[in-house]
Structures are given as structure tokens and as C-alpha cells.
């Protein structure tokens, strides 16, 4: 009889290849023209995406803005999704890079105007991206609400590159390898980040959280 982690790993393997098989197929299908695919991957990951994003910048409406760009971009650049990466990953790494180059631009423009969102946006983007408030991550659930919330605020402080790892290994709960891919750093990077990033936390936190 299979011992019950082994069974769990099993089934959480099955079910990720299931998950990735259907955004295979449901990509297929928006590339031969069917919109309404699209529009299922959108559901399928919007929450997660917006997940992450929000706690990168910490502003629901910059992150909603940033989120709605991630999925423009998505379709608009799905041709070349070549599938050797799961669909999600190959996402979360636009929405970093969308992440990304809102903080540049923010930063260059750090003591002039603030950034225009409505600039940000294409001219033909009139829909609304309002997806439902983040659930809570892997950290939340462990954490008491003032140890998450002392948390959250030391990790909007964390150098980007160390954000990055934070976010996408403790909220969104994805493996090294993925974070990898996203990122476009070894492993070896994502895990001296990650060590380093916790490092800081705790020193801040004196050992309360992580």
C-alpha cells in the first residue's frame, strides 16, 4: 500500500500535468482563433498572476493595470509560445518583466511628474481587469496577521532581485527550477537569493517570521 506523501506527490503531479495539458491545449485553440480560450486562461490564472504582482508593488491599482498588460501581452505575443515551458511560467515571467519595467520607469522619473497609468495602457484596452482580492500565500497561513503584516512590510523593502525570489517561492509557492525559468537565472542564483533575501528577513524580524 503506497505510503500517503507518496500518494499526495502522485496526485499533485497528475494534477499539474493536467492543469498544463489543458493550457496546451486551450493555447492550440486560441492560436487557431478561438478567443473564448483566452478568455479561460485568463480565468485560470489571473488570481495568481495579480497574487504576484501585488506583492511586488504593493498598489492594487498599479498591480491591477500591470496584470491587464501582463495578459495583453500574453496574447499578443502567444505565437511564440513554443511550449517547452508550462504556461504559467512563461507568464509569470512577462508579468516580472511588466514589474520590471514599471519600477525603471518610476525610479527615472523619481523626482519629476508621476507616472501617467493611463499612458501605460494601449489605446485599444478599454476592459476592465478587476479580478478577485489575492488569497492568502504560503507564508500568510502560518504567519499571525501582525507577524504578516511586519512581513509584508519589510519584504516592499528587499532589493528587487531579492523581492522577486520572495514572492515567487513563499506567496506563489513555486519550485527553484520554475523560479529559475521565470527569472532566466540558475538555480544555483535562485536559491543564493532566496538564502540571502531570508537572511535580511529574519535579521529585521528577529526570527518571528520565516
Known sequence: MPEPVATARIQGSSKLESSRHADLEAVQRCLAGDREAFAGLVERWQDRI?????????DPELTRD??????????SKLASFQGGAAFGTWLYSIAVNQVRSEMRKRSAKKYGAPVSLEAL??????RAFDPADAGPGAVEKVA?????????AEVETLDPDHKEVIVLREFQDLSYEEISAILEVPVGTVRSRLHRARGELRERLSGRVL
Open 121 to 126: 495602457r494601449g489605446a485599444d484596452d478599454e
Open 50 to 58: 495579480y497574487g504576484a504582482i501585488f506583492r511586488m508593488v504593493r
Open 66 to 75: 500591470l496584470a491587464q498588460e501582463t495578459f495583453l501581452k500574453a496574447w
Open 144 to 152: 499571525t496577521q501582525e507577524d504578516c503584516a511586519l512581513l509584508l
